[in-house]
């Protein structure tokens, strides 16, 4: 709707008429008036033009008399210089998570739960949307926005000041004078549904990857260290907490949102008090048929007691408030024909068959292809090409094919079945339980582009800048051919690739130079060998000590460790036998690479997890499986690759794989996400 204009060189300085300041003042009192009207109240009175014309006119002033210029006024939303990076800040309060259920039962047993532990027979809720979009902390220091903040961990998060000023629906300044001096307040950052498509579209036109899905787009144009391109997007942000205040506290989270619009903060416009659990429902029931005409995307609705003191009493959990639920919705799906069935080929090898898809829209999203996860899988399904099939966003985010929806009197294609030789390097393709593999190893460019990246990641040796595209160049040209050919990289090759110059490149290659003294357990997490992730590498560190002394041994030395099996030994006697793995390691060595003895795992047997061990499968949609793990290890339990009879939980989130059949055939537990969290928060406890 409204554009920002960057400044010209200001002119030198010019005594400032009484005239002039007055107006100055009364066109950003209006701006900001007219900015409330639009984004808070949705109910705005002058056009597009005439605000334009308000606009400029401030624009020009402030021009005229830079030194008027301050940090709330309405022209300053442009972004300013990049930042190196984003630095980390305390929250004021703790931003944690919400329990989410889909059934209505649960909900049902959460009302009474509240009346059971409350004393009461009648609760007054409110319910409002639960937006897909990134959660930010925003605080006002007597009425000026001052800081602003990711959830991060929920006690630490990313400090993005400056790429929330730029959005224009966020007031730098508060409106009302009876506002607190002191005030922390919980939002949602999000696009609108219009602006993501019509922001895609644009992005495509100029040759760029376009966004899996608006929460994508907002996340990522929320964490640029550019902040004018964090300027260029659309977002928005809607208020709905508030998490500190040096005033009084509103007495019911109805009247809380009350005050953040008299303070001049967007808050939910669909939001209703209940006077019972059936009026909950109700407005689920009514949200979730609303929910392809609204302008933005939601995933279900938030539940809150709304008394204030009530919410006091209840209290929270280590993780979550008492008196608060997310009642999710359904996943999504749609029908769509099957075009064809790719092969992808990822960094340890592995074959992964995707469906190319007829692009079907489901939930604001274009879908043009979902993954098969493995050839049995397919053969399940019985998925073959020309099919139609039923897509569901598996926890609204990740494509999958739910079901083949069977058509009278079609003539079906043959079954699919896997390649027999790699589609990317032509080496032939061995099969391993569920899973076909490509043995060109670092002779196939798809395995060699993913060993670079898992070799740089966090997780290993954490280089930083070395991004997908900057691999997929360095292996397309040549000038890596293994993972040694990293640190013999200089300024000249980096300046042959696309968007390398000086300073690009010299940062690279410090990076590159730093990840030189590694710890060992880092080192085996980088390597990639097959079914070594970060715990078994843990676990190897603690158990031998060096890296000589690893590769030195048998697979009768590997399986009297308690955590590693036949599986796991033979991948790492296997991956150390291999020539030219010895060869790269050696390299890495020569050109400088130091291997540190990794610090001793702490004694986990007085823990609450203390000898019971997980295995992951599917994803999760509250934390990553890397988070859920460290939550394991922090309790004194061990994640592990594979399933066996001595596995203690299988823990299956959205769209879970062959673990969760290896679980039933064994008589393992198997734990949904809400049974983990629950676990989780009984061992917290104890």
């Given at each position: 709707m409204r554009q920002d204009s960057l400044y010209p060189d200001s002119p030198s300085h010019v005594e400032i008429s009484t005239a002039d300041r007055d107006r100055l003042t009364r066109l950003k009192t209006q701006i900001r008036h007219h900015d409330y009207l639009y984004y808070v109240k949705d109910q705005p009175e002058i056009s597009d033009g005439e605000y334009d014309r308000l606009f400029h006119e401030l624009v020009e002033l402030e021009q005229k008399y830079p030194e008027l210029i301050t940090p709330d006024s309405p022209t300053q939303r442009v972004g300013a210089p990049p930042l190196?990076?984003?630095?980390?800040?305390?929250?004021?309060?703790?931003?944690?998570?919400l329990d989410s259920v889909v059934d209505p039962n649960e909900v049902l047993a959460f009302d009474q739960r509240m009346k059971r532990e409350l004393g009461t027979d009648v609760i007054e809720y409110t319910v409002e949307p639960k937006f897909d979009g990134l959660s930010v902390e925003l605080v006002y220091d007597h009425g000026s926005f001052v800081r602003g903040s990711t959830r991060g961990d929920g006690s630490l998060g990313e400090d993005i000041t400056i790429n929330l000023r730029t959005i224009r629906s966020l007031p730098l300044q508060l409106q009302d004078e009876a506002r607190p001096d002191q005030l922390a307040v919980r939002g949602e950052v999000y696009m609108r549904l219009g602006d993501f498509h019509a922001l895609n579209r644009r992005m495509t036109e100029q040759g760029l990857d376009a966004f899996a899905n608006p929460r994508n787009a907002a996340a990522g144009s929320l964490r640029q260290l550019d902040s004018q391109v964090t300027a260029s997007r659309p977002l928005v942000v809607t208020c709905y907490e508030v998490m500190a205040t040096t005033g009084p506290r509103p007495e019911s989270h109805w009247a809380e949102l009350e005050a953040l619009v008299q303070w001049g903060l967007p808050v939910p416009t669909l939001r209703q008090r209940c006077d019972h659990i059936e009026q909950v429902l109700e407005f689920h029931r009514e949200t979730e048929r609303q929910r392809e005409n609204l302008p933005y995307e939601i995933d279900g609705v938030?539940?809150?007691?709304?008394?204030?003191?009530?919410?006091?009493?209840?209290?929270?959990?280590?993780?979550?408030?008492?008196?608060?639920?997310?009642?999710?919705?359904?996943?999504?799906?749609?029908?769509?024909?099957?075009?064809?069935?790719?092969?992808?080929?990822?960094?340890?090898?592995?074959?992964?068959?995707?469906a190319l898809l007829k692009p079907v829209e489901v939930g604001g999203v274009t879908i043009s292809r979902a993954t098969l996860h493995n050839a049995d899988e397919v053969a399940r399904k019985d998925i073959r090409v020309g099919d139609t099939v039923r897509i569901e966003r598996a926890g609204d985010v990740i494509p999958a094919i739910a079901e083949r929806i069977p058509v009278p009197n079609q003539t079906r294609n043959d079954p699919f079945e896997m390649p027999s030789s790699c589609p990317i390097c032509g080496s032939a393709v061995a099969r391993e339980g569920a899973y076909y593999y490509c043995t060109g190893q670092a002779s196939c460019p798809a395995q060699l582009k993913g060993a670079i990246e898992h070799f740089s990641s966090k997780a290993a040796l954490n280089i930083e800048g070395l991004g997908k595209k900057t691999v997929a160049q360095l292996v397309d040209r040549g000038l890596v051919r293994d993972l040694s050919d990293l640190y013999r990289l200089d300024q000249e090759q980096l300046f042959r690739l696309e968007g390398f110059a000086e300073r690009s490149a010299t940062l690279l290659l410090d990076a590159i130079a730093q990840s030189k003294t590694i710890p060992l357990d880092r080192f085996l997490m980088g390597l990639g060998i097959r079914q070594v992730g970060q715990h078994i590498a843990k676990v190897l560190a603690r158990e031998f000590g060096s890296l000589d002394a690893i590769m030195s041994a048998d697979r009768d030395r590997f399986q009297r460790i308690r955590e590693i099996g036949p599986e796991i030994s033979e991948s790492l006697h296997s991956y150390f036998q291999e020539r030219s793995n010895r060869r790269v390691?050696?390299?890495?060595?020569?050109?400088?690479?130091?291997?540190?003895?990794?610090?001793?795992?702490?004694?986990?047997?007085?823990?609450?997890?203390?000898?019971?061990?997980?295995?992951?499968?599917?994803?999760?949609?509250?934390?990553?499986?890397e988070e859920a793990a460290a939550l394991v290890e922090r309790l004194g339990g061990t994640v592990l690759s594979n399933v066996s009879r001595?596995?203690?939980?299988?823990?299956?989130?959205?769209?879970?794989?062959?673990?969760l059949g290896q679980a039933m055939k064994f008589g393992v537990r198997v734990l949904n996400e809400e049974e983990f969290e629950r676990l989780l928060n009984r061992s917290e406890k104890t």
């Amino acid at each position: 709707m409204r554009q920002d204009s960057l400044y010209p060189d200001s002119p030198s300085h010019v005594e400032i008429s009484t005239a002039d300041r007055d107006r100055l003042t009364r066109l950003k009192t209006q701006i900001r008036h007219h900015d409330y009207l639009y984004y808070v109240k949705d109910q705005p009175e002058i056009s597009d033009g005439e605000y334009d014309r308000l606009f400029h006119e401030l624009v020009e002033l402030e021009q005229k008399y830079p030194e008027l210029i301050t940090p709330d006024s309405p022209t300053q939303r442009v972004g300013a210089p990049p930042l190196d990076e984003l630095g980390k800040v305390r929250h004021e309060q703790p931003m944690l998570s919400l329990d989410s259920v889909v059934d209505p039962n649960e909900v049902l047993a959460f009302d009474q739960r509240m009346k059971r532990e409350l004393g009461t027979d009648v609760i007054e809720y409110t319910v409002e949307p639960k937006f897909d979009g990134l959660s930010v902390e925003l605080v006002y220091d007597h009425g000026s926005f001052v800081r602003g903040s990711t959830r991060g961990d929920g006690s630490l998060g990313e400090d993005i000041t400056i790429n929330l000023r730029t959005i224009r629906s966020l007031p730098l300044q508060l409106q009302d004078e009876a506002r607190p001096d002191q005030l922390a307040v919980r939002g949602e950052v999000y696009m609108r549904l219009g602006d993501f498509h019509a922001l895609n579209r644009r992005m495509t036109e100029q040759g760029l990857d376009a966004f899996a899905n608006p929460r994508n787009a907002a996340a990522g144009s929320l964490r640029q260290l550019d902040s004018q391109v964090t300027a260029s997007r659309p977002l928005v942000v809607t208020c709905y907490e508030v998490m500190a205040t040096t005033g009084p506290r509103p007495e019911s989270h109805w009247a809380e949102l009350e005050a953040l619009v008299q303070w001049g903060l967007p808050v939910p416009t669909l939001r209703q008090r209940c006077d019972h659990i059936e009026q909950v429902l109700e407005f689920h029931r009514e949200t979730e048929r609303q929910r392809e005409n609204l302008p933005y995307e939601i995933d279900g609705v938030v539940v809150k007691v709304n008394r204030g003191d009530w919410q006091a009493r209840l209290g929270m959990k280590s993780r979550s408030p008492r008196w608060a639920l997310a009642f999710k919705f359904s996943p999504r799906k749609e029908i769509t024909e099957v075009q064809d069935i790719a092969i992808s080929v990822g960094r340890t090898g592995t074959l992964t068959p995707l469906a190319l898809l007829k692009p079907v829209e489901v939930g604001g999203v274009t879908i043009s292809r979902a993954t098969l996860h493995n050839a049995d899988e397919v053969a399940r399904k019985d998925i073959r090409v020309g099919d139609t099939v039923r897509i569901e966003r598996a926890g609204d985010v990740i494509p999958a094919i739910a079901e083949r929806i069977p058509v009278p009197n079609q003539t079906r294609n043959d079954p699919f079945e896997m390649p027999s030789s790699c589609p990317i390097c032509g080496s032939a393709v061995a099969r391993e339980g569920a899973y076909y593999y490509c043995t060109g190893q670092a002779s196939c460019p798809a395995q060699l582009k993913g060993a670079i990246e898992h070799f740089s990641s966090k997780a290993a040796l954490n280089i930083e800048g070395l991004g997908k595209k900057t691999v997929a160049q360095l292996v397309d040209r040549g000038l890596v051919r293994d993972l040694s050919d990293l640190y013999r990289l200089d300024q000249e090759q980096l300046f042959r690739l696309e968007g390398f110059a000086e300073r690009s490149a010299t940062l690279l290659l410090d990076a590159i130079a730093q990840s030189k003294t590694i710890p060992l357990d880092r080192f085996l997490m980088g390597l990639g060998i097959r079914q070594v992730g970060q715990h078994i590498a843990k676990v190897l560190a603690r158990e031998f000590g060096s890296l000589d002394a690893i590769m030195s041994a048998d697979r009768d030395r590997f399986q009297r460790i308690r955590e590693i099996g036949p599986e796991i030994s033979e991948s790492l006697h296997s991956y150390f036998q291999e020539r030219s793995n010895r060869r790269v390691i050696d390299q890495l060595e020569r050109l400088g690479l130091s291997i540190m003895p990794s610090p001793a795992l702490p004694s986990t047997t007085d823990l609450p997890f203390a000898g019971r061990s997980f295995v992951f499968t599917g994803g999760l949609t509250r934390m990553t499986r890397e988070e859920a793990a460290a939550l394991v290890e922090r309790l004194g339990g061990t994640v592990l690759s594979n399933v066996s009879r001595k596995t203690t939980y299988v823990v299956a989130g959205v769209e879970p794989g062959s673990k969760l059949g290896q679980a039933m055939k064994f008589g393992v537990r198997v734990l949904n996400e809400e049974e983990f969290e629950r676990l989780l928060n009984r061992s917290e406890k104890t």
